[in-house]
């Protein structure tokens, strides 16, 4: 073990050993050092430490950076004796959630964090109390009230807890309470049944379960040193972005609806459909359940499919760019998106946030280009970025990346290899760590697995995008009013569940 | 103004003409109703079973498929080295009772699977009140979202599901009923059931997907309660039998008494051993076509297919 922190590549194994085991001013230099070089963190967390007596046992706290500059990824860990240790948040406010969701699962205290709030409310065992009980950030004064939504909303939509601090109109302050979709997945991951492990995956997010599959399927055959056959990984790359095309879609048609502009909100309703059938013609299921395996994937795609998909995917086409081509030329579509729910370029630096939402404020973050694995390493998807961070951003930005990944397709459904798509995952190697990076269509999906000596997964942290996002909405509520709350949510659009976990 | 009309035109009429007309197609690999052959499976074998993520098949002298757990997941199929065991492509899966979700397999002697009972109509009187207008307040408890999003697509123009007059309302006191998704997790139990108490008697409760029918792929998580009760196995631990709980008792009687809401408050209790759910939608999730005919059945408007 040396101090270097150790480089490795987007789903590459490396020895436990090998990760610098560091002090806690040095931990601390590693990862303010990292973020000023332009890294992110892609996972903290907490694992408790294996040790030859009980009586020393402490635990230890992971960082994997993610630094697009070397497309690396860099490991380190330290060790924590005692019931507490510092918090970074002070000088790196994007990892303030994940402070707390050590806290609130290993009891650590995080000395000097601003706001020790829970996260996820697991009940069992933790220090949280009761579901939404918790000490919410107030304003006082004249004029200046609160506005509590959730956690059963008005539409078909996942449960959440939402307080507006408002003065007078407009909100100073939005505070978000999660966790009602809490349902122990991680914990699972590593202790349930085997068999339900890939659906425990694709039931993170459900809207996602292409991408976390694949993350997980990366991260596994990175411990077992094996890659998936060429047309798995490309039919991989295929199912994520038509989960991208239909969510983006069905997202800009969700807030022509939030607006009030019926036409685009119709046929962009429709339209996703359309992109999720698709992905049910490869697979049997619209949600692309059952299609990722470790090894491959467990559907295959002739020529004939091939030539169906194209088809379907030129009509769709067509009717997409008309459907959404109407939001750029209505103005009053372009007055309500212009402006509203503005987050800077800094700010999202500063908290970390991925995915569309970082691109709409002007950040070039896409694991894809960034950290490319499976078929991106062969076929680059161009970053789509604006500059403006508001509404119109995230929705320009989703258009964007729609042609992007309408090219991709059409150019890998012509040319796509030959061969087998199933592999055999193959025994993990034992003592090793393996973080792996897929760009979900909400952004950045980490999956970390860690194994033991007799290779058996010990520890497996997810990070969904949205638990890097659900800040960046609180920080764009900021000055606006309750009644464009609708828009920005829509406009982020994150998951409950995989966030609640 | 004009582009908006142009585009309308191009974009065409796109309701489905079902259910007067034909049945939407499904992908020729979509996983319905299952269908076993048990005379092709090896003796002693129980890959299928093994395989299963939720515990959905049982073997034995009387096999069967639960589709209240299953998740319709390809596991089984892939792992049965015969093909005894295949995925059918009816869609047409909801039924009234839990039990009716139990598929039996194959008798050997008749080579046939066993029949799904579907789905009858709501009694007389609650299908004079909710047959041609039905609010419903969407309760999402403890699942992935896939369901909620299977469920909203009824309301695109695609299914347009206005047309029955059923539509998802944003308050529990304009609803006659509530659609649940989710595995009940421990953290929506207070606000499901305050959702729940909220809706005017009379009320209908359907599950839709695995998770609200027996918990899915999180049944048996100490975070969870293993979807919305009704199963033999909740009320075999629960003493009322069910169906009695007395929180229930303004939604048996229209009119009756309102129930003291303090077990509600309390956080303490589990929840009421059965809402008296009208309607199970399995699937995982159910192809928003499953739960149309689950919804359409329940209200008599397909009786005869």
């Not at chain 1, 970074?88 to 959630?97: D, F, G, K, Y």
Request: proline share 7%; charged share 20%.
């Amino acid at each position: 073990m040396t101090d270097e922190p150790l480089l490795v590549e987007n789903g590459e194994a490396i020895a436990v050993a090998d990760v610098p085991l560091l002090g806690a001013d040095a931990f601390r230099a590693f990862l303010l050092s990292g973020i000023a070089g332009g890294s992110r963190v892609a996972a903290l967390f907490a694992h408790p430490r294996e040790t030859a007596t009980p009586s020393k046992a402490a635990t230890e706290i992971w960082v994997v950076l993610a630094e697009a500059e070397t497309a690396s990824l860099a490991f380190a860990r330290r060790s924590v004796e005692g019931g507490s240790f510092p918090s970074l948040t002070p000088a790196c406010p994007q990892v303030h959630l994940f402070e707390r969701e050590i806290a609130e699962e290993t009891g650590l205290v995080p000395e000097g964090h601003p706001w020790l709030k829970p996260v996820r409310f697991p009940g069992t065992g933790g220090a949280a109390g009761p579901v939404g009980v918790m000490d919410f950030y107030t304003i006082e004064g004249e004029a200046g009230h609160e506005v509590a939504v959730g956690p059963v909303h008005a539409g078909v939509i996942e449960p959440g807890h939402f307080r507006f601090q408002c003065h007078g109109e407009v909100v100073q302050h939005l505070e978000i309470s999660l966790g009602y979709q809490h349902r122990g997945i991680e914990r699972n991951l590593v202790e349930g049944a085997p068999t339900r492990i890939m659906h425990y995956v694709e039931t993170l997010a459900g809207d996602s379960s292409i991408g976390h599959a694949t993350a997980h399927c990366h991260a596994l055959e990175g411990l077992a040193r094996v890659h998936a056959p060429a047309k798995a990984q490309f039919l991989r790359a295929i199912a994520l972005e038509l989960e991208r095309l239909a969510n983006h879609v069905g997202d800009l048609g969700a807030l022509a609806g939030d607006v009030g502009y019926l036409p685009t909100a119709s046929f962009c309703g429709r339209l996703r459909g359309d992109y999720l059938n698709m992905t049910a013609l490869i697979c049997g299921n619209r949600f692309g359940r059952g299609l990722v395996r470790p090894g491959g994937v467990v559907f295959d795609v002739d020529e004939a499919m091939c030539a169906e998909l194209l088809a379907r995917l030129t009509v769709a086409e067509r009717e997409t760019r008309e459907a959404i081509g109407l939001l750029w030329d209505s103005h009053t579509v372009m007055s309500r998106f212009t402006d509203t729910g503005k987050v800077n370029a800094e700010t999202a630096r500063i908290i970390g946030l991925v995915g569309p939402a970082a691109r709409a404020s002007g950040l070039s973050a896409d694991v894809r280009t960034d950290f490319p694995k499976g078929a991106y390493r062969y076929s680059h998807v161009p970053v789509s970025t604006w500059e403006t961070g508001d509404v119109f951003a995230r929705a320009y930005v989703r258009w964007l990346e729609i042609q992007q990944s309408l090219r991709f397709l059409r150019d890998e459904l012509r040319e796509l290899p030959g061969g087998a798509v199933v592999g055999q995952p193959g025994p993990l190697l034992p003592d090793h760590i393996v973080a792996s990076l897929v760009e979900g269509w909400r952004g950045e999906i980490c999956h970390v697995l860690r194994t033991d000596g007799a290779g058996r997964v010990v520890r497996h942290k997810v990070v969904d995008p949205s638990f890097h996002n659900w800040f960046g909405l609180a920080l764009a509520l900021r000055g606006e009013q309750i009644s464009d709350f609708p828009l920005c949510n829509k406009s982020f659009n994150l998951s409950y569940a995989g966030f609640d976990l | 103004m004009s582009s908006s009309i142009l585009v309308r035109l191009r974009q065409g009429r796109r309701t489905t003409k079902y259910p007067k007309g034909a049945v939407p197609a499904l992908p020729a690999r979509f996983r319905g109703l299952p269908q076993f052959d048990l005379a092709l499976c090896a003796p002693d074998c129980a890959a299928c079973a093994e395989a299963c993520p939720t515990e959905a098949i049982t073997l034995g002298p009387d096999p069967s498929l639960d589709l209240g757990r299953c998740l319709f997941c390809p596991d089984c199929t892939r792992a049965c080295p015969t093909g005894a065991l295949t995925f059918g492509a009816d869609h047409r899966l909801a039924t009234r009772r839990r039990e009716d979700l139990v598929l039996p397999a194959v008798s050997p002697d008749t080579g046939t699977t066993g029949t799904l009972r579907r789905a009858e109509a709501l009694g007389a009187e609650l299908r004079r009140l909710l047959g041609r207008s039905l609010k419903l307040r969407q309760v999402s408890a403890g699942g992935c979202n896939g369901c909620e999003l299977d469920t909203n697509v009824l309301t695109t123009i695609g299914w347009d599901l206005g047309r029955f007059g059923i539509q998802f309302v944003a308050s529990p006191r304009h609803a006659d009923g509530i659609l649940v998704t989710g595995a009940i997790s421990e953290n929506m139990r207070v606000a499901l059931l305050k959702t729940w108490e909220a809706v005017p008697a009379p009320k209908i409760v359907v599950a839709v997907g695995a998770c609200a029918i027996s918990g899915g792929p999180f049944r048996g998580h100490q975070e969870v309660l293993g979807g919305l009760p009704g199963l033999p196995d909740h009320a075999a631990s629960d003493p009322a039998g069910g169906r009695e709980y007395p929180l229930l008792a303004a939604a048996a009687t229209p009119g009756g008494a309102r129930p003291d809401p303090a077990p509600f408050r309390s956080g303490a209790e589990s929840i009421p051993a059965a809402l008296p759910i009208d309607l199970y939608v399995p699937g995982c999730p159910p192809h928003p076509l499953t739960i149309l005919d689950g919804l359409l059945r329940l209200l008599g408007r397909l009786q005869e297919r």
